[in-house]
C-alpha cells in the first residue's frame, strides 16, 4: 500500500511540474454555476441592470417597462437600471469594478468584452446548465413568463456568445453593417445601383463624383463640400474586406495574422481613393449620416441599428432641417469582392450574468436577462432602430411580421429606411459571420481600423505611402495596441505570453528530473 501512495504521489507531483510548463503559463477558468433546486421567493433580492440606449429616449422606456412588467412578476426581486450611452464606458466600469467584487448582476456587452472579463477568474457565470435547466432555464417550466425555448434562439446569434465551448452571454439584439445610398444622385451621374454592391461599384462612382466645375463646386450635388464614400467603423471595414478576400486576420486561439500582403494591398487601394477625395471615415470627417442628408456623400456605411438618422425623412437628424436635401435613400448590403459569395459581420449587444456569493441573487439575475428575450421587449425594441430580433419567436410572430408590413407608412414607428436595413439582415442572417474572441481581440479590432485610419490622414497631409511606410505603419499599430507582445488570450482565461528562456530551461529539467524518477520507481517495483 505504502508503495502505491508512494507512486500516486510521484505522478502527481510531475503532472504539476508539467503543468509549471508554458502551455500551462497563466490559464484561469470560470467556474460552473450550481443552479438552486427551487427560486426562493419568501426573499427579496435587488440587482443590478448596466445597458447602453444611445441617448434614445424610447429605448429608455423600454427598459424602464421590461423592468417594471418582470418586477410585477418577480414583487420580491428589484431592478435598479444605469444608462450609459457609450459600450467602452460599460467595458472599462466592469473592468474596474472586478478588482473590488463590485460587478453589476446583468450587463449589456459583447463577446470581445466577455473575454477579459473571464481573466478575473470567477466573474461571469456560464449559461449552460441555466439555458438547459428544466425548471428555471429557456422555455422552463417554472418561470413566469413565456420564455423562448433554446432551440428557439437564433443558432448563429447564440454562437456568438459561446467562449472557451461554454456560453456566457445570450444574444440581445442584432444588427449589421448597411449601405445607404443616395440614389437619386447616382442615377443622375448615370449608373444603376446593382443589387449586391461590389467595391470595383462603389470606387468607380465615387471617382466619377470628385469632378468639379471650374468654381470649385462639385457638380454632382453643386456644393463646394463632398465626400463621395464615408465608413462609419473603420474597423469593420478592414475585418469584411479580408473575410471576402479569405485574407488571415486571427485565428481562434488568439494569434495575430492581420499584418499580411492583403492588408497591405487594401491599404494602398484606401490611401489612393482617401488621395483623391473619394473617400473619408467617421473619426476623421464627421458622422456619415450628417454628410449623407446634406447632399454631401453618396455611400454611407454605418451599422443597420443607425438607420434611423439616415435620409431625408429621418426621424433622428444631427443637423438643421434647413439644411437637409431630398433624395430617395436605397439600402443596400455592403460592398462585396465576390457578389456570388456575400460575406458581412454580425454585431449587436448580448447580455451576461455575474457571479455572486448568494445563488439565490445570481438565478435572479438570471431570470432577469432571460426575461429580455420575450417578445414583449424584443419586438419594442427592434423596433427603435434597424436591429433584429434574435429569437425566431419574436421574428415569426404576427405583432413582428406586421411591423415588417408597414414599411413607410410614417416616418417613425414605420420609417421605410429603418424597416429595409431590418430586412437586410433578415434576408442574409445566413451570409455573416463573427471574429474569433479572446482576451485581446478588442485590441486587434482597434487595430484594424487604425489602419485604415492612419493611411486615410497620412495621405491626406500629402505624406507618401510606399513600402517604407506600410512597414513602419505595422510596427506603429502593432506596438501601439501591444500585438507585438504575442499577448494572447482564450475566452476561459489569459495567456500572459511566452516564459524567460531561463525559466523555460529550469522547468524542462525538473520535469525532466521526474520523469527520470518515475522511472526509477518503477524498476524498483519490478525488481521487488
Request: net charge negative; glycine share 6%; with cysteine.
Amino acid at each position: 500500500m505504502r508503495g502505491v501512495w508512494k507512486k500516486r504521489s510521484v505522478l502527481a507531483a510531475a503532472a504539476a511540474a508539467l503543468c509549471l510548463l508554458p502551455g500551462c503559463h497563466g490559464s484561469r477558468q470560470s467556474a460552473d454555476f450550481t443552479i438552486p433546486e427551487e427560486f426562493n421567493t419568501a426573499e427579496n433580492y435587488e440587482i443590478t441592470f448596466w445597458a447602453k440606449n444611445d441617448t434614445n429616449i424610447t429605448q429608455t422606456e423600454i427598459y424602464k417597462k421590461a423592468i417594471e412588467d418582470f418586477q410585477e412578476l418577480y414583487p420580491n426581486i428589484t431592478v435598479n437600471l444605469r444608462l450609459y450611452t457609450d459600450y467602452g464606458d460599460i467595458y472599462n466600469d466592469v473592468i474596474t469594478n472586478i478588482s473590488t467584487n463590485t460587478t453589476p448582476n446583468v450587463c449589456i456587452t459583447y463577446p470581445d468584452h466577455i473575454a477579459t472579463y473571464l481573466t478575473g477568474n470567477n466573474t461571469v457565470v456560464p449559461l449552460d446548465e441555466l439555458m438547459a435547466d428544466e425548471a428555471y432555464g429557456l422555455g422552463g417550466s417554472r418561470l413566469e413568463f413565456d420564455s423562448p425555448g433554446q432551440e428557439e434562439v437564433i443558432s448563429q446569434f447564440l454562437e456568438e456568445c459561446s467562449l472557451n465551448g461554454h456560453y456566457y452571454a445570450l444574444p440581445f439584439m442584432r444588427s449589421t453593417e448597411a449601405c445607404y445610398i443616395n440614389k437619386t444622385y447616382v442615377e443622375a451621374m448615370g449608373y444603376t445601383i446593382p443589387e449586391t454592391l461590389t467595391w470595383e461599384f462603389i470606387w468607380e462612382v465615387s471617382e466619377a463624383a470628385v469632378e468639379q466645375d471650374a468654381q470649385g463646386n462639385y457638380l454632382v450635388n453643386g456644393q463646394n463640400v463632398l465626400i463621395p464614400f464615408i465608413y462609419k467603423s473603420t474597423d469593420n471595414m478592414m475585418i469584411q474586406m479580408l473575410k471576402q478576400k479569405g485574407a488571415g486576420y486571427s485565428t481562434e486561439e488568439g494569434e495575430i495574422q492581420i499584418f499580411n500582403d492583403t492588408t497591405e494591398e487594401l491599404l494602398y487601394t484606401i490611401a489612393e481613393h482617401a488621395e483623391s477625395g473619394a473617400f473619408s471615415t467617421f473619426k476623421i470627417s464627421g458622422y456619415p449620416a450628417n454628410f449623407l442628408n446634406a447632399g454631401q456623400c453618396l455611400f454611407a456605411i454605418d451599422s443597420t441599428a443607425g438607420a434611423t438618422w439616415m435620409g431625408t425623412d429621418a426621424p433622428l437628424l444631427d443637423i438643421s432641417q434647413e439644411n437637409v436635401v431630398d433624395f430617395e435613400t436605397e439600402v443596400r448590403m455592403i460592398p462585396q469582392f465576390d457578389p456570388e459569395n456575400p460575406q458581412m459581420i454580425s454585431q449587436g449587444p448580448s447580455v451576461c450574468i455575474f457571479n455572486k456569493e448568494d445563488l439565490q441573487e445570481v438565478l435572479a439575475s438570471w431570470l432577469f436577462a432571460q426575461y429580455l428575450l420575450t417578445n414583449e421587449v424584443q419586438i419594442a425594441y427592434s423596433q427603435t432602430e434597424g436591429y433584429i430580433p434574435v429569437t425566431s419567436k419574436a421574428q415569426e410572430s404576427p405583432e413582428y411580421q406586421d411591423y415588417l408590413g408597414r414599411a413607410g407608412e410614417d416616418n417613425d414607428t414605420y420609417y421605410d429606411v429603418k424597416i429595409q436595413a431590418s430586412r437586410l439582415l433578415l434576408e442574409h442572417t445566413d451570409d455573416t459571420f463573427t471574429t474569433p474572441v479572446f482576451n485581446g481581440s478588442t485590441s486587434l479590432r482597434n487595430a484594424a481600423g487604425q489602419l485604415i485610419e492612419d493611411v486615410t490622414k497620412s495621405v491626406r497631409r500629402q505624406q507618401q505611402v510606399d513600402d517604407t511606410y506600410m512597414k513602419k505603419l505595422y510596427e506603429d499599430v502593432s506596438s501601439l495596441y501591444h500585438l507585438d507582445e504575442t499577448e494572447t488570450a482564450s475566452a476561459g482565461g489569459r495567456d500572459l505570453g511566452p516564459l524567460p528562456r531561463t525559466a523555460v530551461i529550469l522547468l524542462a529539467a525538473l520535469a525532466g528530473a521526474w520523469v527520470l524518477i518515475i522511472l526509477y520507481v518503477i524498476w524498483q517495483r519490478r525488481r521487488g
